[in-house]
Nanobody, 115 residues
Framework: QVQLVESGGGLVQPGGSLRLSCAAS????????IGWYRQAPGKQRELVAG???????NYADSVKGRFTISRDNAKNTVYLQMNSLKLEDTAVYYC?????????WGQGTQVTVSS
């Protein structure tokens, strides 16, 4: 069982920055892939960024160059640094972990970009 707790969401103006954290129970070294997803009202949940156990990263086209995913194995935490935020980045952001044949979700954290 993996428990994920997201934090760091909030209200920010366009052009601002936020850093989201996803803290996992236990070592993240056993997790094959950790991703950040988001879901805006009336839209499907989409993958924003992910990082594999080997450190490979992938990003949605809409956030490339603005968002950076990273992991701190010592703290069992994955981060999503979000810069140059846009109105359309407003959503609930979820952390997802895949370990072997199972996947786990956090409860989500709200990010609101508004002037």
């Amino acid at each position: 069982q993996v428990q994920l707790v997201e934090s760091g969401g909030g209200l920010v103006q366009p052009g601002g920055s936020l850093r989201l954290s996803c803290a996992a129970s236990g070592s993240i070294l056993s997790i094959n892939y950790i991703g950040w997803y988001r879901q805006a009202p009336g839209k499907q949940r989409e993958l924003v960024a992910g990082i594999s156990i080997g450190g490979s990263r992938n990003y949605a086209d809409s956030v490339k160059g603005r968002f950076t995913i990273s992991r701190d194995n010592a703290k069992n935490t994955v981060y999503l640094q979000m810069n140059s935020l846009k109105l359309e980045d407003t959503a609930v952001y979820y952390c997802n972990a895949v370990r072997k044949a199972f996947e786990y979700w956090g409860q989500g954290t709200q990010v609101t970009v508004s002037s």
